[in-house]
């Protein structure tokens, strides 16, 4: 049986990761769903260190920008430098529209760039958009240990 | 030369005259009585100092503070027009009149040409005490515009600070109010998705209120955020073609010109020198409230553009290339419910409305939008309409590109 | 056609693969500023401003580039190599779109920085699909790295 899917979200706030998980829930994704809410616990995380000396590699890392102790950037370029973590999709879901934030993100190598919604309804059609192109569609990277 | 210090009797009147202090540029001791002679006779109390040489000049111009130089021509060892180079050197703005016969060469306008004020002869000296008048006259006035201009400016510089950190307050505000606002936007709406029915009917009700609440402030914050960013936005200005603009509006109105039967005319527009996103904004707040304050027929919009003419009628006719013309003119309209004219001041303020929510939506902050971008541009903007028989817009845009000073304020 | 104003750079030698991939594009609106290259040193002239594409511009870069990897002249991987390795043109979104079935060219490709990887359906109406759901999801959903604004969200999958 094919192993589930192992996504991570990394966002500093909570009720989003909250409504993320609502979203993906709706159009039935049926995978494993990880949060961390900072920079530092997303590399923990990554990096199978300290408490998630247990945690499973992820397929595919959505990745909010404005992140306390290391933010999305510097995330995404410690994992483009490691090895392990460099084949793994990274998704920026963020609020910023700014152009050199999303200029700087595809220069330290993200896959893509989406815009978090400022409505409910829209918000739910971008989940559903990303976990049917990066879960239907795509073929992912093996996770590999 | 020693220079001679002539202090006159200061006469005593019993209407105490000003006393005018003067120097006096001259090295004949007889001109010079004559010269004093004239200006007591024309009504001055005069305190004068009489030099020869530039040093002496210099030396006289500080311990003396004239109010006006009177100067001879032609001087053993200097001449009177080096006393004009002195003083433009040292940037006073003293006026100073040639006293002289004959000027010989160089005439008289070029005299005042190269900085004098006046020219007097001296077998003329009854016309002096008038040129004086004149002179200080003169210096008066421009004293008194300098000072309007410099404080006009320094006005004009503290507004622009305000207003920047009004726009900067305003951005802020809007942007960072964003955040929490999606939060509330978004859980009342799955609250209501998922509880409606479920809880209580005052559950449903107060769910809904929130709701509608968090999205309306969410608008006002949009709006608010547009019309912080005309101000703060980078202007990409380039050639825009106003045909083109009404095309991608009227893309954009499709569905409300579908729902409410619209048709919107326009024809031969010109091409502006502006921001084509600001252009689009303007255009689509126009149209957009051209279509929803209809009246009982299907709206009717029309959208015109001519070199300054004075009737819509005239319009039609002139061309881009009447050179008299520096400004084009715009207007909107249609045959829509109206504006009643003691309305027509309020329409273009911030989040003013003429009409209730549940009459009209909106939040009132279209038209002053479109008031900022047109002023940003040069133009002025303004409407003509009667309550019900219909409104037209107008606005001018400048013919020729503008020097960009809202670039050089950008925070 | 004006180069520089291209959305997406197709690059596939196969003829009824290009046909089908421009069909399923037409289908969502998406196909009128497609390009296509039969082989990979087109694709290297496109995207470099080179050759028969010397007019063409680093500023206008495609917004998405559908990538085989079985090409004649230089195949996909090299293609997609000498894109990411180079600063004027790494941000380029590249997908590559290939029937390969081999998985070290999907593990070589996402380590060469390849932004996805779509293995070309056998059947043709997966294909269209798969199509047109990268279409969209490229066109409309993601932002690009040159400036542009959001298409409206009215097309969401």
């Known amino acids: 049986m094919k192993a589930a899917h192992e996504l991570l979200i990394v966002d500093d706030n909570p009720a989003d990761i909250a409504l993320a998980r609502e979203a993906l829930n709706a159009c039935a994704y049926r995978g494993q769903i990880n949060s961390v809410e900072d920079g530092a616990e997303a590399l923990a995380f990554l990096g199978r260190r300290g408490n998630y000396a247990n945690a499973v590699k992820p397929d595919l890392v959505i990745l909010d920008l404005n992140l306390p102790k290391r933010d999305g950037h510097a995330v995404l370029a410690a994992m483009r430098a490691s090895p392990d973590l460099r084949k793994i999709p990274v998704v920026i879901f963020s609020t910023s529209q700014l152009s050199r934030d999303i200029a700087r993100s595809y220069e330290l190598g993200a896959n893509c760039y989406v815009s978090k919604p400022g409505n409910l309804t829209e918000f739910f059609s971008m989940m559903k958009s990303i976990e049917k192109f990066w879960f239907g569609s795509v073929k992912l990277p093996p996770r590999g240990e | 030369m020693s220079t001679a210090a002539t202090k006159l009797q200061v006469e005593h009147s019993p209407q105490a005259k000003p006393q005018l202090r003067v120097l006096m540029v001259e090295d004949n001791p007889l001109d010079a009585t004559l010269i004093l002679r004239s200006l007591r006779q024309g009504g001055f109390d005069v305190n004068a100092t009489t030099v020869q040489d530039e040093a002496a000049f210099l030396r006289a111009l500080r311990t003396h503070n004239p109010e006006i130089v009177l100067a001879d021509f032609n001087l053993p060892g200097w001449e009177g027009m080096g006393a004009v180079k002195v003083l433009r050197r040292e940037g006073l703005d003293i006026p100073l009149i040639l006293v002289s016969g004959a000027l010989g060469d160089v005439s008289a306008v070029e005299c005042i040409k190269r900085g004098a004020t006046d020219y007097v002869l001296k077998d003329g000296l009854v016309r002096l005490p008038e040129a004086i008048r004149r002179a200080l006259e003169e210096k008066h006035l421009r004293q008194e515009r300098k000072r309007a201009e410099e404080d006009l400016a320094s006005k004009a510089a503290e507004l622009a600070r305000s207003n920047a950190d009004l726009e900067q307050f305003a951005y802020v505000a809007s942007h960072d109010l964003q955040e929490p606002l999606r939060m509330v936007a978004a859980y009342t709406q799955l609250l209501s ?177 479109c008031k ?39 925070p | ?150 298409r409206s969200v009215e097309h969401a999958l």
């Open chain 2, 372 to 410: 900022k971008i047109v002023e940003r541009y040069g133009g002025r903007i303004w409407v003509e309409s009667q309550a019900g028989g219909g409104t037209t817009f107008k606005f001018t845009m400048p013919l020729q590109p503008r020097e960009s000073k809202a670039e050089a304020s950008q």
């Open chain 3, 1 to 150: 056609m004006n180069g520089d104003e291209v959305d997406i750079l197709l690059v596939d030698d196969s003829k009824e693969d290009v046909d089908l991939t421009l069909h399923a594009l037409r289908s969502e609106n998406l196909a009128n500023r497609v390009f296509v290259v039969r082989d990979g040193e087109e694709a290297l002239d496109f995207l470099f401003c080179s050759g028969p594409h010397s007019d063409r511009s680093f500023e206008r870069p495609p917004r998405l580039v559908l990538l085989d990897l079985k090409l004649p002249k230089v195949d996909g991987l090299q293609v997609l190599e000498r894109i990411k390795k180079d600063d004027r043109t790494r941000s380029i979104c590249v997908v590559l779109l290939t029937s390969s079935r081999e998985e070290r060219d999907m593990v070589r490709g996402y380590e060469l920085g390849a932004n996805s990887y779509l293995q070309k359906p056998v059947d043709f109406t997966e294909f269209r699909r798969m199509v047109k759901l990268a279409g969209l999801y490229w066109m409309v959903i993601n932002r690009p790295p040159i400036n542009s604004a959001p």
């Open chain 2, 193 to 369: 998705e998922r509880y409606q029915g479920k809880l209580d009917a005052d559950a449903d009700k107060f769910i809904g209120y929130a709701r509608e609440g968090a999205l309306r402030m969410q608008v006002l914050i949009q709006d608010l955020l547009a019309f912080s960013r005309v101000g703060r936005k980078e202007q990409s200005c380039c050639s825009v073609d106003c045909n083109a603009v009404m095309r991608d509006v009227l893309q954009i109105l499709e569905a409300s010109i579908k729902e409410s039967g619209a048709t919107v005319n326009y024809e031969s527009l010109p091409e502006v020198w502006a921001d084509n996103t600001q252009m689009v904004q303007l255009f689509q707040n126009l149209i957009g409230n051209a279509i929803k304050f209809r009246g009982t027929e299907p709206p009717v919009i029309s959208v015109q553009a001519g070199a300054q003419p004075e009737t819509p009628a005239e319009s039609k006719t002139e061309t881009k290339t009447e050179a008299k013309d520096h400004e084009w003119l715009f207007s909107v309209s249609d045959n829509g419910i109206g504006i009643a004219p003691e309305d027509v001041g309020k329409i273009f303020a911030v989040f003013q409305r003429l009409h209730s929510r549940t009459e009209y939506p909106g939040n009132g902050i279209g038209l002053a939008i």
